[in-house]
């Protein structure tokens, strides 16, 4: 079945760059996302890319895509405390399935 | 806030007892979704419906039971609680199956 894969720690420090990796297996995706969970809470839209897009820029997140290698990254500049998080990449198929990866906690160091 | 309602947003449960989980949504969406979500397993999908008066099955339906009476809510039942339904519970809807809104979850626990 359909897959999606993400690391699931990543460790980097106040003001450098976050990049959070994510593979999929479906060859009908639509639109692939990814999604912000703080503790505590639900998850929460950060972003989303058409599966007709490379990349897709707002504010301080930078979306890759490469439809070849089924790979999306989210990056995140001059990453803050606020941003220590769960990160979930998502995969939305032609039958407006949604499948999640297992997200990756990012860990911000001082 | 136009949004996903969750209530209750915690609850202890005895073995073998039995509760409901209400998600309330006021966007008009029409489809709704009950996930699970464990420490390494992500989230996993329990049943989800894509209109008034349907349901169907997820990934994990097992132990759960669900009602979508009216469009804005969706109800997930446990009939006998077990240890191993201790989660968190997430409700989420969408338009058209697009862009998930989640609630901010149940966390229940089994003892």
């Known amino acids: 079945g359909e897959d999606v894969e993400q690391s699931l720690f990543l460790s980097v420090r106040e003001g450098d760059s976050s990049v959070i990796n994510c593979t999929y297996t479906?060859?009908?995706?639509?639109?692939l996302y990814w999604y912000k969970q703080e503790p505590g809470a639900g998850l929460q839209l950060l972003t989303y890319?058409?599966?007709?897009?490379d990349m897709k820029q707002d504010q301080r997140l930078t979306v890759l895509l490469n439809k070849k290698d089924k790979h999306l990254s989210l990056r995140i500049a001059d990453t803050q405390t606020g941003d220590s998080a769960i990160y979930f990449c998502?995969?939305?198929?032609?039958?407006?399935?949604?499948?999640f990866g297992k997200g990756t906690r990012l860990h911000i160091l001082p | 806030n136009a949004g996903v309602t969750q209530t209750p947003k915690f609850r202890v449960l005895k073995t073998g007892q039995s509760m409901t989980l209400l998600c309330a949504q006021d966007?008009?969406?029409?489809?709704m979704y009950w996930y699970r979500q464990d420490p390494g397993m992500g989230l996993r999908l329990i049943h989800y419906?894509?209109?008034?008066?349907?349901?169907a099955k997820g990934e994990v339906p097992d132990g759960y039971n669900v009602s979508r009476l009216k469009k804005q809510n969706f109800l997930l039942g446990l009939e006998s609680a077990a240890p191993s339904q201790t989660s968190v519970y997430f409700c989420?809807?969408?338009?058209?199956?697009?862009?998930?809104?989640f609630g901010s979850g149940t966390r229940l626990t089994v003892v």
């Open positions: 989420a809807s969408s338009f058209s199956g697009s862009g998930y809104t």
């Open positions: 479906d060859s009908s995706s639509t639109y």
């Open positions: 890319i058409f599966s007709n897009m």
């Open positions: 998502a995969d939305q198929n032609r039958d407006d399935k949604i499948i």
């Open positions: 966007m008009n969406h029409e489809y």
């Open positions: 419906s894509v209109g008034e008066g349907t349901t």
